[in-house]
């Protein structure tokens, strides 16, 4: 069986796992291995550019109090000044509830004191202060080729926000005033979620990396002026490889270029990120998320945001969103399977009870990394076929969305693992009575996979037949097994991203189209229920 676009490899310096010890590994053995053998003290070697006496990213400096890595000797480069140093790759997410949470999220590239926001209702006046956290993150020498790092990473939390209000806001440390006039272009907005539900539009994606696919996409789905946007993860590719497996070839400046890259979107629209195989990285801790959890400020709402930060609901408007950290349940990449204890599983249970009966809630949207049904490079993961696709089914979820396989795909809806109802492009389906549309949105800038040999890839305007196609999901053993697939809708081998209008009001429905770089609609739906 032959696949396009199998995992890239990349030239690039890794931890040294031998890897006939790494493929036997977890990932919580693989932190332990690389704790043993990196520890020992170094001189933290400034790596990023020192520019014209301004630090303005992609270098590291004075050690810390950080979130993970054992500490160097003190920087050579130790003492910057706060005017010299200017914040970069601001981001923002929701907290649990999006009326009033929002967390603002930047990057330092050297040490700083006393980091804070402004904030206030409009630009000219930033009178309210408020003290954000720095985390920092020592990452060591890899192979004698990339030099120690130390990444500075800043996080503000905003509680008791009015809902449905435009906010602007300004980051800054001792030495670096965002109102200052010199420093007033990096002033930023954000919006809250309305009090009461109202027609709006979110996008999603995975699978994305740094590069000009990847801001391009950035820039398209700004365009379509979204309240927030899903990454379903494999979100920077600092961990090259991703296979859980092996030493993985990885560098955490991938993070700085990566940061820089979605300040343009993420500035203003919070990116909800949860984490997929390549945002396991095993030197930060034991589950491979000490990394995430310096660098993103995530919903608390899931069963434990340390242990699993990819892991949280929220609701927006009509709609509730459920993020899962597949890695848990994924049979084809094994290193953190199982390593909730089966506590995700759950609480996704649980919470899919609680949202399915909340009042106002018309929808249920769950995105996570691994693909239930795809018929590309890495297929279908039967760990979550298993263990998830059985609640959404009892549950009723409206929408699945994936990443993983780097193309796009669609399936008709699905119920009791068959197709329940066909659904061409530009139908309507109903989740009570048709099963439920999986959507693998991979094409978020990395580079493309392709699909089984033979098979008709379609776009709008001219749907192929459904063909029955041989393809494989992987199995608990780690194995394939060859299944004839008949739920493969729609296939797109472009950058692309999804983008979904939710109405609310008397007869609310999900309007979802994936739009392709090109500017086509590759696909089009509406999921309505009870129609
Ligand atoms: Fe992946």
Request: hydrophobic residues 35%; neutral net charge; charged residues 20%.
């Amino acid at each position: 069986m032959a696949f396009a676009g199998n995992f890239p490899i990349m030239d690039l310096p890794d931890f040294g796992i031998p890897p006939q010890l790494a493929r036997r590994m977890s990932m919580a053995e693989q932190h332990e291995y690389l704790r043993a053998k990196l520890t020992r003290r170094r001189t933290l070697v400034t790596a990023g550019a020192v520019a014209g006496g301004l630090l303005t990213g992609c270098s590291g400096s004075e050690p810390g109090s950080g979130t993970a890595g054992t500490r160097p000797s003190p920087s050579v480069s130790a003492k910057v000044p706060g005017s010299a140093v200017t914040p970069f790759g601001r981001h923002l997410a929701f907290g649990a509830d999006p009326k009033s949470q929002m967390r603002i999220s930047w990057q330092v590239p050297a040490a700083v004191k006393k980091p804070f926001i402004r904030i206030g209702l409009r630009p000219e006046d930033l009178s309210r202060r408020i003290d954000a956290e720095i985390r920092d993150l020592y990452t060591p020498e890899l192979q004698g080729i990339r030099a120690a790092l130390e990444q500075y990473y800043v996080h503000a939390a905003l509680d008791s926000l009015r809902p449905g209000t435009t906010y602007y806001y300004g980051v800054g440390h001792d030495g670096f005033d965002p109102a200052a006039p010199r420093n007033r272009a990096t002033i930023s907005s954000f919006r809250t979620a309305p009090a009461s539900p109202e027609t709006f539009t979110f996008t999603a994606f995975g699978d994305q990396g740094v590069s000009e696919a990847a801001a391009t996409n950035d820039k398209l789905l700004l365009g379509q002026n979204p309240a927030f946007h899903l990454h379903a993860g494999d979100i920077c590719y600092a961990n090259v490889k991703g296979l859980g497996e092996e030493s993985d070839a990885y560098d955490p400046g991938f993070w700085d270029g990566y940061l820089r890259q979605t300040e343009a979107v993420a500035r203003t629209v919070p990116w909800m990120v949860t984490t997929g195989n390549h945002d396991m990285e095993a030197w930060y801790s034991p589950d491979g998320y000490g990394g995430q959890l310096a660098r993103w400020s995530l919903p608390d709402s899931g069963f434990d945001a340390r242990k699993a930060p990819g892991v949280y609901s929220f609701a927006y408007g009509n709609v509730a969103f459920v993020a899962l950290d597949a890695n848990d349940v994924s049979y084809e990449i094994p290193a953190n399977q199982g390593h909730t204890g089966g506590r995700q599983t759950k609480w996704l249970d649980e919470r899919l009870g609680e949202l399915r009966a909340a009042k106002g809630v018309d929808f249920i949207v769950v995105f996570f990394h691994h693909c239930a049904y795809s018929t590309s490079s890495h297929a279908s993961d039967g760990g979550v076929r298993a263990e998830w696709v059985p609640l959404f089914a009892r549950h009723q979820v409206d929408l699945v969305i994936n990443g993983h396989n780097h193309v796009y795909e669609r399936t008709d809806a699905i119920k009791n693992g068959e197709v329940g109802r066909q659904v061409p492009i530009g139908a309507q389906t109903d989740p009570t009575r048709d099963g439920i549309v999986y959507v693998t949105a991979g094409g978020g800038g990395k580079e493309l996979y392709g699909f089984p040999p033979g098979v008709e890839e379609s776009y709008e305007g001219h749907v192929a037949d459904r063909e029955s196609v041989d393809t494989f999901r992987w199995t608990k053993s780690r194995n394939t097994k060859a299944e004839s697939v008949q739920w493969s809708r729609v296939r797109y081998r472009g950058f692309s991203f999804l983008s979904v209008e939710a109405e609310a009001g008397a007869k609310p429905r999900l309007k979802v189209s994936a739009l392709a770089q090109t500017g086509e609609r590759i696909d089009r739906f509406e999921v309505r229920r009870g129609a």
